[in-house]
């Protein structure tokens, strides 16, 4: 096979990167699926509530110190009510990608 036949195979029979799933919960008895823009397979996990302190300015993310402002578009809305964080490389440590929160309480 020619080199570039052998690039093009490659590149037609690669898998697609997909996002992974939430573990099921109460809320969400299947689990849902993380979107791709956040997670590309492993990046996203749920997280503790005490892992996050709330405020008016937006998510305090303990481990890190990162603040996450109330408008800021990695917000999303949980659909099991529960925090989930999806991080660069999936590194707990990491820059969050994504934020996924229960309903505000205040």
Avoid at 2 to 30: E, G, R, S
Avoid at 61 to 78: A, F, H, Q, Y
Wanted: with cysteine; hydrophobic share 40%.
């Amino acid at each position: 096979m020619h080199k570039l036949q052998a690039i093009i195979f490659a590149v037609l029979t690669a898998a697609p990167a997909a996002a992974h799933d939430a573990k099921p919960t109460a809320a969400q008895p299947n689990g849902w699926t993380y979107p791709f823009s956040c997670c590309s397979g492993f990046d996203c996990r749920e997280i503790r509530d005490q892992a996050v302190v709330e405020g008016p300015r937006g998510y305090l993310i303990k481990l890190t110190g990162e603040l996450i402002m109330s408008r800021d578009t990695r917000i999303k809305n949980s659909p099991d009510g529960q925090f989930h964080q999806c991080t660069v490389a999936g590194e707990a440590t990491g820059r969050t990608i994504c934020l996924f929160v229960p309903p505000r309480s205040f």
